[in-house]
């Protein structure tokens, strides 16, 4: 369930999307944001709506430094590669931002401290002395990723402001154990300085309000959000000991943490927009325009509790609504790019020759905006030439070509009522759509009316009708081009490119970006010059999908050669297992070389030892029933389920399923449940039994679900 825009057209919109790191390259993980955040903004644009959408490069933090640092240059050089990269490759993709800027602008410098000055005024900014990382060789204090060491909470390895390794806790600083530096590799001590911390704790009541009844968006950032709200919130540190960044007021030696000056930056983008444009920044940011946030959905915390919570204590307007995408796999693996599931932007695609289009496309019908989405090269050529080619594209081209054969312009005819009713429906289905950033829906809906179209034609059979009356089969294309015209106008905002080429070919005047979904049933006029028409979508062979197939393959290759090696060497430089063995044994262990690549799942296969049905039988495994699903705090990982399984109270537990389900799509499941295992604690949780799950050794990880509805409490046996 989303929350719609709202449908007043007469206040300003600001569109924005979650700012692109500039240390690397643009990848399909980070369209999965840009795409359809361009796709509702031109669409808002068609029904007539005020909008302005920014973006702009985050550029500062411990990663930019660090990255430079590795390259031997400034991080404002490194800024400015990447910058300039992100910047064409929007273009390239039809992305126009109204603004794209940068963090490092001097509106950004200017905005940070104007809303940091007000917090301080305000008291919710407060000086407390804490312990640092500090390296004594290299003479620095260690901030987020120039320190590595022990999360405290779960022993994994972690760096020093978040466990990313083990149990994904935000860490804050001087909380990590037994410190090293990642410059030197020298091991860190604690020292006291003095920082600066936000009073988030002071908001979580506004916070509750503000999520449960003002803000709009996807569901899943609003409960994912709410799930931290109702626990302790915890003010957080927001200066770092770096060079590179906002200083904080006052003190030169700190600068604001990146989470601060990030968000901020949508304001400055703002302004630097408002002052090319002579309009006003502040009918978005201090008065009532709507302000509608696009992001990731692994940066909700941070756009719905820290930033709102940071605009209200500074007295400017907070968002209307937060839109936050669903992850996305790589050939139904897991994104990653060091093992080599990734799908590079320019590179893997543009460079290669594929349309922008094709892309925009898939991003948006594959599936929900909210749900997982799977980059699959076979998937892109089934969804391109069984929906853009066979359906939509086939019917422009027929439409098109038999009219400019036949009359070289727009025959004479007059809109007949069902084609009318058809093109109408569409548009406020699509709308409608739209309104609940619901992007598969609107395209699909579309894509329909594509389909009535081609039934439209070949019912008619105008090839036949051309012999026997002209002017019959002419009332037939008015028609069929009249559908064209109004198609054009409904995909633009997902296929601006191409819809683009097909706008001209219908002899259209103006722009088709700038057109409205009203013109749709303004009747064509009768006489006017038709282009010869090209094919806007062509089939996908399989040869080229294959190709593409093998560099993604080639590339996973090279990153397994690659960890190898340095497994490799990390082995060759510790003790051999054989030392200090006894002979004995060690011939025994060389008696059976094929075993030594054997995989570790095959290890643990042949280890398991076989059971007793008694031993089953002491197993209590049960169906249950999700009432409640919630993120656990500070975990990237866990959520707390509240679970139905035939007792008086609903159990609690505690599963590491966030990376899989998203809370609101276990509530209402029957789930199977390991009742009588010892209670245990997680991230300070409780947990009294086991969601059971099926993992495929991979990426697959899936809840064991009845394929029947049955009671709670039901035993497995």
């Known amino acids: 369930m989303e929350i719609k825009m709202s449908e007043s057209s007469d206040k300003p919109v600001l569109v924005t999307c979650g700012l692109p790191y500039a240390n690397g390259k643009a990848h399909v993980g980070h369209l999965r944001t840009y795409v359809p955040a361009d796709i509702f903004a031109r669409s808002l644009r068609k029904e007539g709506r005020d909008v302005t959408f920014v973006c702009g490069s985050d550029t500062h933090g411990t990663p930019i430094v660090v990255n430079a640092e590795e390259l031997g240059i400034t991080p404002k050089e490194l800024v400015e590669i990447y910058h300039r990269h992100f910047d064409e490759t929007f273009k390239q993709l039809g992305i126009y931002f109204d603004a794209f800027g940068t963090t490092d602008d001097p509106e950004n410098h200017n905005r940070t401290l104007d809303i940091v000055n007000r917090l301080i005024e305000k008291g919710y900014l407060y000086p407390k002395t804490i312990e640092i990382a500090y390296c004594p060789k290299c003479n620095r204090f260690l901030p987020d990723r120039y320190v590595e060491g022990s999360c405290p909470h779960c022993g994994e390895t972690a760096r020093g402001d978040e466990c990313d390794q083990g149990c994904?806790?935000?860490?804050?600083?001087?909380?990590?154990q037994n410190p090293v530096c990642t410059i030197c590799g020298g091991p860190a001590e604690y020292r006291h300085q003095e920082h600066f911390f936000f009073k988030l704790s002071e908001f979580r009541d506004y916070l509750m309000n503000y999520l449960s009844n003002d803000l709009g968006g996807t569901i899943n950032a609003r409960n994912y959000a709410l799930g931290w709200v109702k626990q302790e919130l915890t003010d957080w540190c927001i200066t770092r000991n770096l060079e590179w960044g906002v200083k904080f007021p006052?003190?030169?030696?700190?600068?604001?943490?990146?989470?601060?000056?990030?968000?901020?930056?949508?304001?400055?983008?703002?302004?630097?927009?408002?002052?090319?444009?002579?309009?006003?920044?502040?009918?978005?940011?201090?008065?009532?325009?709507?302000?509608?946030?696009?992001?990731?959905?692994?940066?909700?915390?941070?756009?719905?509790?820290?930033?709102?919570?940071?605009?209200?204590?500074?007295?400017?307007?907070?968002?209307?609504?937060?839109?936050?995408?669903?992850?996305?796999?790589?050939?139904?693996?897991?994104?990653?790019?060091?093992?080599?599931?990734?799908?590079?932007?320019?590179?893997?695609?543009?460079?290669?020759?594929f349309h922008p289009d094709l892309l925009r496309y898939y991003l948006a019908s594959y599936t929900s905006h909210t749900k997982e989405l799977n980059f699959s090269w076979r998937v892109l050529q089934e969804k391109i030439n069984s929906e853009l080619v066979a359906v939509f594209g086939n019917f422009l081209y027929r439409t098109m070509l038999f009219a400019f054969k036949n009359y070289g312009e727009v025959p004479e005819g007059e809109l007949e009522p069902e084609v009318s009713a058809q093109i109408e429906k569409t548009i406020e289905e699509v709308k409608a759509a739209m309104a609940e950033y619901e992007f598969k829906k609107a395209v699909d809906t579309a894509m329909t009316f594509a389909s009535f179209g081609n039934t439209y034609f070949q019912s008619h059979e105008p090839w036949a009708l051309i012999k026997e009356d002209r002017v019959a089969c002419g009332q037939v294309l008015y028609n069929c081009l009249q559908m064209a015209k109004a198609l054009s106008l409904i995909f633009e905002p997902v296929l601006p490119g191409r819809m683009e080429t097909a706008w001209e070919q219908l002899g259209q005047e103006g722009s088709v970006h700038e057109a409205k979904y009203e013109e749709a049933l303004v009747p064509l006029k009768a006489?006017?010059?038709?282009?010869?028409?090209?094919i806007l979508f062509t089939k996908l062979e399989d040869d080229r999908i294959g190709e593409m197939e093998e560099i993604a393959n080639q590339r996973v290759k090279a990153a397994d050669a690659k960890k190898a090696a340095a497994k490799g060497s990390a082995e060759a430089k510790a003790p051999k297992k054989s030392d200090g063995m006894p002979p004995a044994e060690e011939a025994k262990a060389a008696e059976k070389p094929e075993e030594a690549g054997k995989t570790k799942e095959a290890e643990e296969k042949e280890a398991l030892p076989l059971v007793e049905y008694e031993d089953f039988a002491k197993l209590d495994i049960r169906v249950g029933k999700v009432l409640l699903a919630e993120p656990v705090k500070k975990s990237k990982k866990l959520l707390r389920l509240e679970v139905d399984i035939g007792e008086e109270k609903p159990r609690q537990l505690v599963a590491g399923m966030s990376s899989y389900y998203a809370p609101e799509e276990l509530i209402g499941k029957h789930i199977v449940v390991l009742a009588n295992l010892k209670p245990a604690k997680l991230c300070g949780v409780e947990s009294n039994g086991m969601m059971l799950a099926a993992d495929d050794g991979g990426n697959i990880v899936a809840a064991l679900m009845p394929d029947k509805e049955i009671r709670p409490g039901s035993r497995i046996r």
Do not use: N
């Open 168 to 176: 994904g806790k935000h860490l804050e600083p001087g909380e990590l």
């Open 527 to 534: 006489g006017t010059k038709l282009a010869k028409p090209e």
């Open 250 to 353: 006052g003190h030169d030696d700190l600068v604001v943490y990146v989470w601060v000056d990030a968000p901020i930056g949508y304001i400055a983008f703002t302004e630097e927009w408002a002052a090319q444009a002579g309009d006003s920044w502040e009918k978005f940011w201090k008065g009532d325009g709507e302000i509608v946030h696009f992001i990731g959905g692994d940066i909700t915390y941070h756009h719905c509790i820290f930033w709102p919570a940071m605009l209200k204590g500074a007295d400017y307007s907070v968002p209307t609504a937060v839109v936050a995408s669903g992850m996305v796999k790589i050939e139904d693996k897991k994104f990653s790019k060091t093992r080599g599931y990734v799908v590079w932007v320019g590179e893997d695609y543009l460079d290669h020759g």
